[in-house]
């Protein structure tokens, strides 16, 4: 596929015999044969004949020990005289689908090929609502603010969260999608995007439109606190958010304040929410950045470690990469953030007060807990991503200080003048990361996996959109068993998704077929849209995912 391609996900090599002679109702029973089945429990992987009927695993029929050669058996029978439908998986693995409980395909659930990343790398599932970011309830502020992390919004608008779930499960899409009640869009209808604390009132407001968007089906509640205007928020509107998940036995998940020199403050601000109420909480996209914090993943996982001891159940998701991706609005303070997109262009675009913003990059941001990336990594580690306007397109994917040098100009000059030119619609790849303390994230015993990937058809993007669950299998950081039940049951557990992520009879028949001996993650940086190779075939709730929309809402409760 070249790159800035958009395309449905087609496997590498077909593995599923189409019979046009076949009406829809024979599709649904089918026999996965002879594969070397890792049934998403960590266990060790057996060969056997997976039966699925109506979209669900009726059988996992073992073939005896594993063997290199293929094995023959007598056919699997739909009824009486007729056999099965076979899929030939001599030579292959199969797994459960992959379940990204960090995404945020909010508005690319409507969009023509807005899931094709998902489809490409195995997912079968998709958590939506991550970051406190969201389309619902639709605002002209959310729009502008979300937009450059969610890409272009759905041409409707919904009044309502639960509304939004409402449509979501009224059409097919191509995975299924488990959905986060996000905080900012619920703030925003409630308060407009000012950046100040609730009013008692308006708190209550708030808790009461979380409950009503929980028992629409949101598997919980999810906060920016990094973001404007979710940073404003203080400890009465917050528990009150967690109080309304408790309640209902759903999780608090959160893209803490600060991941930098305050990372274990916020860390302990979430875990508090979770002591008072009661609510379990998940910690969005675990890691520790900038360069002078690298090496202290130990410390944090030990801290972490230390909050479970003491009663919180915590949890997190990980992206195996050393670079996350954001909007370009998280390199300024929050005071500049004031008044959303449109506040940050307007003051970049006054001579006095654009010079107070560019000061305040390269010194400390008193009064907050807040991370200061520009001053942490630097011009030369931070990429800008998503222009729209072809006069602009050559500056796609590359890093500021390279931009202000070809413009001949001050990086903090370069960066102000493409802010103003593109309204702030812009995204950030920024590499604060350390390796190795990705690496010993990722291998927490409670550490899921999350692409955080942001869902944009064109240009430049993190290779996480494409490349997460790949990667994360072929690192290395544990047995691929073990990674496997992280990326599937256990994501599937922690979230509260019903039959899913395993292989075995009453589960759903989300399936994928691999081929071990060519799987390996493509995505790069210079080519981040590359799907993994050695991936055959996917299956959503029974159906060939290439074959049409077999996706569906799963809500929680």
């Known amino acids: 596929m070249s790159e800035g391609s958009r395309r449905a996900f087609r496997p590498e090599t077909p593995v599923v015999p189409r019979d046009p002679s ?128 969610l890409g272009a ?198 001579p006095g007060e654009r010079a107070a913003v560019l000061a305040s990059l390269t010194g400390e941001w008193s009064g907050t807990a807040l991370e200061n990336q520009w001053r942490a990594v630097g011009p030369s580690r931070i990429v800008l991503a998503g222009f729209a306007d072809p006069a602009l397109e050559a500056f796609e994917g590359s890093s500021i200080a390279a931009i202000a040098t070809q413009l001949g100009v001050d990086p903090r000059e370069a960066l102000a003048d493409l802010v103003v030119e593109t309204g702030a619609q812009l995204t950030v790849i920024v590499f604060h990361t350390d390796e190795a303390g990705m690496r010993q994230a990722l291998a927490w015993p409670h550490a899921l996996v999350g692409s955080d990937g942001l869902p944009r058809e064109t240009g430049s993007v993190h290779p996480r959109l494409s490349g997460t669950f790949s990667r994360a299998l072929t690192l290395g950081v544990l047995p691929r068993g073990d990674m496997i039940r992280k990326t599937t049951h256990d994501a599937a557990v922690r979230f509260g998704i019903a039959g899913r992520g395993r292989i075995a009879p009453g589960s759903a028949a989300d399936l994928q077929l691999v081929d071990a001996a060519a799987y390996r993650d493509r995505a790069t940086y210079a080519s981040p849209r590359l799907s993994p190779a050695g991936l055959r075939a996917v299956f959503v709730n029974g159906r060939l995912a290439s074959d049409g929309r077999a996706g569906r809402f799963l809500p929680a409760g």
């Open 22 to 149: 076949r009406d829809a109702g024979d599709d649904d029973a089918f026999v996965v044969r002879g594969g070397l089945v890792h049934d998403g429990s960590g266990a060790d992987p057996v060969r056997a004949d997976v039966v699925v009927r109506g979209g669900v695993v009726v059988e996992v029929v073992p073939r005896g020990p594993v063997r290199a050669e293929p094995v023959r058996a007598e056919p699997v029978r739909a009824e009486p005289g007729r056999d099965l439908r076979v899929v030939d998986a001599t030579g292959l693995e199969i797994l459960p689908g992959f379940i990204d409980v960090h995404s945020h395909d909010d508005a690319a659930l409507f969009r023509e090929g807005g899931l094709d990343p998902k489809l490409g790398q195995g997912v079968t599932t998709t958590v939506i609502g991550n970051c406190g970011l969201g389309v619902a309830p639709s605002s002209p502020a959310l729009v502008d603010s979300a937009g450059p992390v």
């Open 153 to 350: 919004f759905p041409a409707r608008s919904w009044a309502a969260f639960g509304d939004y779930l409402a449509t979501v499960a009224a059409e097919a899409r191509a995975v299924n999608s488990v959905a986060l009640v996000p905080h900012a869009p619920l703030r925003i209808a409630v308060m407009g995007p000012d950046r100040r604390p609730a009013t008692p009132a308006e708190t209550d407001r708030l808790a009461g439109l979380a409950a009503d968007a929980l028992d629409a089906g949101a598997a919980g509640v999810s906060l920016g606190l990094m973001y404007s205007p979710g940073d404003s928020a203080e400890p009465p509107e917050l528990l009150a958010l967690a109080r309304a998940a408790a309640a209902r036995g759903r999780l608090l998940v959160a893209h803490i304040r600060n991941e930098a020199d305050h990372l274990l403050a916020s860390l302990d601000e979430l875990a508090d929410l979770g002591r008072e109420t009661g609510a379990a909480v998940h910690v969005s996209h675990l890691k520790v950045t900038g360069p002078r914090n690298a090496g202290s993943m130990p410390r944090v996982i030990d801290h972490l470690d230390s909050l479970r001891a003491s009663g919180v159940d915590v949890t997190a998701d990980v992206y195996p990469y050393d670079a996350g991706s954001t909007t370009v609005m998280s390199l300024f303070p929050p005071w500049a953030q004031e008044g959303g997109a449109a506040g940050l262009v307007a003051r970049l675009g006054d």
